[in-house]
């Protein structure tokens, strides 16, 4: 042990002084630095050099007023925000959020899990968060169009294909990435893959929308694997309904797996005999396009709505949650372990408490960290940037191949740093992983 070795406890302390009332953020960091602070002090060239400190602070962090007219001509200001985390080991890159509930905490706590997330993609990647605090359900299509192209004209002061690439995250999809990336090519009067998940007519690249939720499927299907099993005939909850949980459905169901909920903000649905394809297809035009809500499956299909629940009481073998942050309290995962889940996926960015965490992790089933099982989204979006760059355009299938390549690598890599008495710790492994690479980017640099 180092003689300058620090404990987590140290560390935290100064990190909650120094970001006062950030819970979302300081849950963020304590995760990760469970692992790091031991690592670190074991290679005390981190320490040397404050890499931990440097880590956790933001590059810069830019917020703007978004003023934007409703239908009735009345004004609104929202907030915008993007926070440039670091981009040691390449631009800066990261979705957008929009959503009521968008904070300097929840984007703190985002751009920090991207740092791990995008070195894990192997890809030349370094990482931001950003959003605002608008609330698309129920604007008209104008008024949504209004917001974004007022959101750009800011934003497009602070990104560009080599400095900051969007993309999207709750709230924000190909819809709201096309009227942003068409305000941006006005405003620079240049055609150039500054926002990734755009349309495919326009520089967006073939599995972005379908790649976070089958990556998520697939890193599932690599830990049964290295377990000897498979994701066939295994029952499946998931939680929202969404861009994310509706692509690790498809892929779920596509590799034999029964899926029986899916939920949105106001409720589950429990479909016993299964979502099929047919079912899937209806649950994806409902949300995309007719902007509608969950329930209006249950009435359809005459299954159980739980009005205000969360799938995690639900018997099954397998977890998904694909919603949002803290979706999965203390209870909800003992709940989920007692009923016989032997494995969890997190499709959602830290969808897991920190006590939760500990109960599945003691209980010692398969457990997928965000940073891990949703690298898939952005991993597409680096290869988006690829195809911009030297102006082309890849198949579906050479897409599709690339990103299981990538999330098998991903798996590889949490093994190898995660393994111990016959237990392989992704957790543990995700965050030393992404580390590695980062950090020794920044020692590199020198102090920058
Ligand atoms: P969407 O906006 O497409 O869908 C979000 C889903 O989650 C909806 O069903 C929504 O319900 C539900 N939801 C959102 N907020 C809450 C809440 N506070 N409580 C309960 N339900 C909620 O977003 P995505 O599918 O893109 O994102 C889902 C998660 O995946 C997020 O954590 C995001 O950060 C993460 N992620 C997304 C990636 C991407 O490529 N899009 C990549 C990696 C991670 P409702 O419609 O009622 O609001
Ligand atoms: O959380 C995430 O990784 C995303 N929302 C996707 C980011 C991206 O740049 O594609």
Redesign the pocket.
Known sequence: MAKEAITLEEFMKGLRRRNPGETEFHQAVKEVMTHLVPYANEHPKYLRVKILERLTEPDRIIIFRVCWKDDKGQVRTNRGYRIQYNNCIGPYKG?L?F?P?VNLSILKF?GFEQIFKNSLTSLPMGAAKGGADFNP?GKSEDEVMRFCQSFMTELAKHIGENIDVP?????V?TREISYMFGQYKRLTNEFTGALTGKGLEFGGSEIRKE??GFGCAYFMEEMLKYRGESLRGKTCVLS??????QYTALKLIQMGAKVITM????GFVHDPDGINEEKLNYIMDLKNIKRGRISQYAKKYKVDFHQGGKPWNIPCQLAFP????N?INVIDAKELIQNGCSGIAE???M?TTIDALEVLQNAKILFAP?KAS?AG??AVSGLEMTQNSIRMAWSHQELEERLRGIIARIHEKCVIYGKGDGHVDYVKGANIAGFVKVADAMLAYGVV
Do not use: F, M, W, Y
Not at 167 to 171: E, F, K, L, M, R
Not at 240 to 245: I, P
Not at 263 to 266: A, P
Not at 322 to 325: D, M, R, S
């Open positions: 979705g959020r959503h509930s985002l359900k993309a999207g995250d709750i709230g999809g790649a976070t929202g309904s969404g861009n994310v949980a939920s949105d903000s106001s694909c919603a949002t942050q979706e499709g959602a960015n969808p965000g949703n989204g952005v």
